[in-house]
């Protein structure tokens, strides 16, 4: 038997129980719509290679990091000085996380501006309404695990926050702190969930938001509709396999050689073990994607028309919150020049802008 014949009899082996050329057939029927604002359609591919990368060196810390306030801070000093490349594995993670909530944003407002979410996408943008506070989930999880000053106190003043809410505050405080303080009891929960409870219903949401893509296929905005039936011209597409793959990998290449640029030249630091009893250092600050929450509640005077400035800030953003879920059940019928459309729109923007100046104060070096 040649090579050739023995590659060819492996290649029916497989095929015969898995059916590769039938995911190769869907692949290319598969149609992608080709417009001026086709390249928003890389965004979710791109959230998805991101993640990829998250899960991959996030089990390679695994295997050294541990999880008790008595030796999360030494097991990750030990990672970044002793284990080869332990420093790169753990600078890959930090910044391909923020990386991702970065590149979630771009895929989650041009699906709201290009209108995606319309019928019969409104599950899909729900799920992935639930996979971005998912996201939010696993960063704010994930920094208090190396147990440094900063993580410690941004963790401290983040749960205090949840303490405020109205009815549930007190209930979730204890839950994600494990007591009434931050202990090495908070430092474990937030390591479960870090590990295994936000992993598995990204799994199963992620999972759903995916199906629901490949059976709607990707959507075409409202105005580029309306534009090609003004023209009298069909739209033109373009086959996913291999066409749009090959572009995504093009980007995913590049996403690899920036956060290998960033990891590198910009080793993600470690800091100060964290002390319970100090007091806390100045300039405490959240991490980017939760600034402009953040800032808000800074901004605040302590008490509005005799109500707690702080709890009406939490309620103001958890009413943000809900709009931003319910989105097409709202703008049911977004056609160009509705009403709601373009109030949606501009709400959006103002949304957008908001959020980028309250996260520049923030960060802005005082
Ligand atoms: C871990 C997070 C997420 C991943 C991995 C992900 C992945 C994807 C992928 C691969 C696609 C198909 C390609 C594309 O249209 O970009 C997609 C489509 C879509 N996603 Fe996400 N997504 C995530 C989060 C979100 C969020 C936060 C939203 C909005 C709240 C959202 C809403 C949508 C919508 C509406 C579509 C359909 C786009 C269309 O048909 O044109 N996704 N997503």
Redesign the pocket.
């Known amino acids: 038997m040649t090579t050739r014949e023995r590659l060819a009899a492996v290649q029916e082996w497989v095929e015969v129980r898995v059916g590769i050329s039938q995911l190769i057939e869907m692949g290319r029927e598969k149609k992608v719509p080709l417009h001026r604002h086709s390249f928003w359609?890389y965004?979710?591919?791109m959230?998805?290679f991101l993640?990829g990368i998250q899960v991959g060196t996030g089990i390679l810390l695994l295997l050294y990091y541990r999880p008790s306030s008595g030796e999360a801070f030494e097991s990750v000093q030990f990672l970044m000085t002793r284990v080869p490349f332990g420093w790169l594995i753990r600078s890959i993670h930090s910044w391909s996380a923020n990386l991702l909530v970065f590149v979630?944003f771009l895929?989650?407002f041009s699906?709201f501006f290009l209108k995606?979410?319309r019928k019969p996408?409104e599950l899909?943008?729900l799920t992935?309404?639930v996979?971005?506070a998912l996201?939010m989930g696993f960063g704010f999880s994930g920094y208090l695990l190396p147990w440094n000053t900063l993580a410690f106190f941004a963790t401290q003043v983040g749960t205090e926050v949840a303490g405020r809410v109205p009815v549930v505050g007190e209930f979730a405080l204890r839950l994600l702190r494990g007591g009434d303080q931050v202990t090495g009891a908070t430092l474990t929960r937030f390591y479960g969930i870090h590990v295994a409870i936000l992993p598995a219903l990204t799994t199963v949401i992620?999972g759903a938001?995916?199906l629901f893509?490949q059976k709607?296929g990707?959507?075409v905005p409202p105005q580029v509709e309306a534009d090609a039936e003004r023209a009298g011209k069909p739209l033109g597409s373009y086959p996913f396999l291999p066409n749009f793959l090959l572009r995504d990998a093009i980007g995913w290449c590049a996403a690899l050689g920036v956060l290998a640029g960033l990891a590198a030249l910009f080793p993600w630091e470690l800091g100060e073990k964290a002390d319970p009893f100090a007091s806390a250092p100045a300039g405490i600050r959240p991490e980017w994607y939760f600034g402009w929450m953040f800032q808000t509640l800074k901004m605040l005077p302590p008490h509005i028309l005799g109500f707690e400035g702080e709890v009406l800030g939490i309620l103001a953003i958890t009413l943000g919150f809900i709009i931003w879920f319910a989105v097409p059940f709202l703008d049911r019928t977004p056609r160009p020049g509705n009403r709601v459309t373009r109030a949606f729109a501009v709400g959006g923007w103002l949304a957008l802008l908001y959020m980028a100046v309250a996260t520049a104060m923030v960060y802005w070096p005082q």
Request: aromatic share 14%.
């Open positions: 359609y965004m979710g591919g959230t998805l993640f979630l895929h989650m699906a995606a979410f996408r899909t943008w992935g309404a996979l971005l996201m992620l938001h995916l893509v709607h990707m959507s």
